[in-house]
């Protein structure tokens, strides 16, 4: 989800930090539709200031203030509240300290009740007493960088590199607990990070209205990032591009964002938007590099110190396309995700293809991942309806939306161009479809089908329910035009060992070590304690990627490494032809 070209005028930095940070409230994102200056009613207005770094080179505190609207609260009730778990992120509700709250009567003493366990459970502040008028709070949250302990998950813990902070708003900020819909304003203080300290979101750059009310649920989802952030371009484009990052990749940013802005452009035109406020945001994960994750017209990629740039470039192709493609209406997110997923999938290469920004051999590269992935996952006949259910748990079934949908997308596209003797492709078929959206029309599982049934008749209807169904998916040697050929060759499944589960739990103690695998012969034991989380999806995609588990066992650690591998299928891969090649696939 991302473009650019050319190297910005620094000279226009100076300028554009008087305005963000000398003074921040004449500057507005000129993507927002309001100025980010006037205090509206049914606003909550969060303020966030950062402690000068100290000898750790490294900010450890976020001070976070959050006034609230008026508001008539019976002693009891819940004030605030503050996710426990956000999408298998542990959050700061039980590690932030300095907690002061007053309403128009003067200081409030709140207890705490939280939630049962849950896929999202809150901790609730509880008013002891009435609670009259405007509600101001204050409190500190500590930033340890510590590993999240409940494993894979989205990068969305509070995080800091040197002077910089980073995380999703739903990690640390305590909100009203109620479904009132108000506008979140965001005032940045970072004068004890320097002069030129500068705080982005994906609201905009710098302090920031939003332009409508919502719940306090959509206001967990706004990712934030202040300090001595480096960003590019200068300010936000006028198609609305506009991306930052900390800590020090092991590639040139700049030029990484110059390349995703100029790709953004091209994506504009090919969805036939005008523009559309994007946001890039990077920072360094420890434990799974290289992926990222949506947030509300955004990227939050991450990157560590093997991060290969050009595998980082197809990501960020990929998760543009979400800018364009949404979730299909009433939809269960997590069985309907080989939509969303496979359509990014299936362009995140043939776009920058079309584009002259990576050549058929790139394209042929991630096109072999994609289907190496998929057929030799042991699981790749799991229907879409069970997907939700063990989605975290095993990352066979977690990278399984996105592999199918994409060689279900590809299949399509080779049906409707033999269909219509080349007049029509999935381009055609997709961009119709997302129209719809555009003229109030829904965007259902029903209306793909039809739209799909319109373009082949019953077999695109058939097709269809197969791969819910999770009928293995065969495709045409040529399905990927001229350019390719498919041909077999012997691969191995991914096979961790044991249990999967394990990898996810609160503690990592190893059960159903399988006899004979590779883990039970490079010493695996069931019982074994594994205490660092380890990273799981970009493994499988790689035959020759080793896992490597700390352990502990009888009072001692160690390291044990394997090729987490079991038997060998053979496995379709395409291989380039002497044709012509064309960048229309």
């Known amino acids: 989800m991302i473009s650019l070209s050319s190297k910005r005028n620094q000279q226009l930095l100076g300028m ?5 940070v000398g003074s921040p409230a004449a500057y507005a994102d000129p993507r927002s539709g309001s100025p980010a200056t006037p ?34 609260i019976q002693a009891g009730a819940p004030l605030l509240r503050m996710p426990l778990v956000i999408s298998n992120v542990k959050t700061s509700a039980d590690s932030l300290v300095g907690l002061q709250v007053r309403d128009a009567q003067g200081p409030l003493t709140l207890s705490v009740r939280d939630d049962p366990p849950g896929p999202q459970p809150y901790r609730r502040w509880v008013a002891t007493r009435p609670v009259q008028g405007p509600v101001e709070l204050s409190y500190r949250v500590p930033i340890t960088n510590a590993s999240n302990p409940l494993g894979a998950a989205p990068p969305f813990e509070l995080r800091s590199d040197g002077t910089v902070f980073s995380g999703l708003s739903g990690s640390f900020f305590m909100l009203p607990d109620d479904d009132r819909p108000y506008r979140l304003k965001l005032d ?11 705080g982005v979101s994906t609201l905009g750059v710098g302090n920031q209205l939003a332009p409508s009310a919502a719940p306090s649920r959509e206001w967990e989802s706004v990712f934030v990032m202040g300090g001595q952030v480096g960003h590019m371009p200068d300010r936000p484009a006028a198609d609305g ?14 030029a990484l964002m110059q390349w995703t802005h100029r790709l953004y452009d091209r ?8 523009n559309a406020a994007y946001n890039v945001f990077l920072r360094s994960n420890p434990i799974n590099a290289g992926g990222g994750v949506e947030v509300a017209n955004s990227f939050v990629g991450t990157f560590d110190r093997h991060t290969d740039v050009d595998d980082f470039k197809l990501t960020l192709a990929h998760e543009m396309v979400h800018t364009f493609v949404r979730a299909l209406d009433g939809a269960a997110s997590l069985e309907d995700s080989w939509f969303s997923e496979g359509v990014a999938v299936y362009y995140q290469r043939l776009l920058p293809l079309r584009a002259g920004q990576i050549g058929h051999a790139e394209y042929l590269a991630d096109l072999n991942t994609t289907a190496a992935r998929y057929y030799t996952n042991m699981l790749n006949t799991t ?17 399984l939306p996105y592999d199918r949908g994409a060689l279900y997308f590809a299949q399509l596209n080779d049906e409707i161009q033999r269909a219509s003797r080349g007049k029509r492709s999935l381009d055609d078929l997709l961009l119709a479809f997302l129209d719809r959206r555009r003229q109030g029309k829904p965007m259902t599982r029903d209306a793909w089908v039809s739209a799909v049934v319109g373009e082949l008749g019953d077999k695109g209807r058939h097709q269809f329910e197969a791969m819910m169904r999770g009928e293995p998916l065969a495709l045409r040697s040529e399905a990927f035009g001229p350019c390719f050929r498919s041909t077999e060759v012997a691969l191995r499944r991914y096979e961790l060992g044991f249990t999967p589960d394990v990898l996810v739990g609160p503690r ?3 059960r159903g070590l399988v006899p004979g695998s590779a883990a039970d012969k490079a010493g695996i034991r069931d019982g074994d304690d594994i205490v660092k989380p380890v990273p799981q999806d970009r493994i499988q995609a790689d035959q020759h990627a080793t896992l490597t588990l700390r352990i502990a066992r009888g009072g001692k650690e160690m390291d044990i490494t394997y090729l987490p591998r079991g038997e060998t299928v053979p496995t ?7 044709a012509t090649c064309s960048a229309r696939q």
């Open 16 to 20: 554009l930090f008087a305005l963000l």
């Open 39 to 72: 205090e509206h009613e049914g606003t909550v207005v969060v303020e966030l200031a950062a402690d000068a770094v100290t000898n750790t080179q490294s900010v450890e505190i976020v001070t976070v203030g959050v006034r609230m609207p008026p508001a008539t």
């Open 188 to 198: 940045w203080k970072l004068g004890a990070l320097g002069a030129t300290a500068l």
């Open 241 to 254: 591009f506009f991306s930052a990052w900390q800590g020090a990749p092991p590639f040139d940013a700049r």
């Open 267 to 274: 994506y504009l035109t090919f969805f036939k938007t005008s």
């Open 383 to 399: 229907p879409n309806a069970d997907i939700p259910a063990r989605f975290w748990a095993d990352t066979r079934i977690r990278v």
């Open 508 to 510: 990592r103690i190893v």
């Open 572 to 578: 379709p891969q395409w291989v380039m032809t002497s």
